[in-house]
């Protein structure tokens, strides 16, 4: 069941690096890509930042909202994520044609991914120079959600869900999952 | 073994998010720190974007210097990470007190991690204001580095090595180890 998160704990959606589903709408379309270079910026308030290439539709739709959501979707969503990570939605809308269904947020227009197991919605602080220079999209989190079957506490723990575990992909449609929870010791001097 | 990776594929050493280690010298001193927010930003050439937080030691190296490194750490070196995220070099030799080994890097003055299976030299773009204002700092990737035991072909491949499999922190200690590696068929219209 998607919950909502104190946003404080906003940025453990994205520190372990997880391939993320960027969504936008504007002039009455809605659009959906992949975005791998997405990173937390900040803890609270939490901010992010992402890679949204110049040619995209989805670029069009965050410049003319000043809105996107970072979902955090699923090996269960591995070929859609891969599918919406390689065409376009100018022409086309990817929510049909690769069945994946949204959800509105709650405070931005760009819709939530469904099945996903993590949600940051997003609000853009304007930049231009970086956004020009870098494709690169600095964002203030105004809302956090996750999916709490996998979220133990405070934090992931995906336990026995292997088709809930996120995703890191690499190149060329090659991704791993989120692998195996391990807790450091507290730091001691060697 | 560590063999030089064409910097056309350097990108693929972050893609998948795996949290870093950040080096730095200047001074005289050299300095090591974690850092999970650090991600591509360009394929060729390849540049980085990295927070670099403003009270550190490395910050100090970083901004005098121009220059640092990303090495891709492992899980044998779980508590290292952890140990050099929590701790400050400012007043303390952290490669000792961790015992952490270091071997020179080729084109920036920041030496590389031994041990680790992936590694960037990068040179600061100046970008003053975001590096104020969010802390962040834009790199160029001037050579790369893998250890090809982990390295097949164009990228990752963890098989059997599980101590060798890079990290991604989510908070506190915890972290994930890269998991199953999983390839998404080619998109086809559903």
């Known amino acids: 069941m998607r919950v909502p998160l104190e946003l404080r704990r906003a940025y453990k959606l994205l520190n372990h690096g997880p391939t993320t589903l960027v969504t936008s709408a504007a002039h009455g379309r809605t659009n959906v890509m992949a975005a791998a270079w997405a990173m937390p910026l900040d803890f609270d308030p939490p901010k992010v930042a992402v890679v949204i290439a110049e040619a995209t539709f989805t670029r069009e739709l965050v410049e003319a909202s000043g809105e996107f959501t970072l979902c ?17 939605g100018r022409e086309e809308d990817k929510w049909a044609l690769y069945r994946l269904h ?14 996903c197991v993590g949600w940051l919605e ?15 999209f600095i964002a203030e989190v105004v809302a956090a959600w996750v999916e709490d079957s996998v979220w133990k506490g405070t934090g992931w723990d995906f336990g026995g869900a292997e088709e809930l575990r996120s995703v890191h992909h690499m190149a060329g449609g090659v991704f791993f999952t989120t692998g195996e929870r391990v807790q450091a010791l507290k730091p001691e001097r060697k």
């Not at 609000?123 to 220079?133: A, F, G, T």
Request: glycine share 4%; with cysteine.
């Open 72 to 88: 955090v979707p699923t090996r269960a969503q591995l070929e859609q994520v891969y599918a919406v990570g390689s065409a376009s």
């Open 102 to 115: 949204s959800s509105p947020a709650s405070r931005v227009q760009a819709p939530l991914v469904e099945g």
């Open 122 to 136: 997003c609000r853009v602080l304007s930049e231009p120079d970086v956004q020009r220079k870098y494709d690169l």
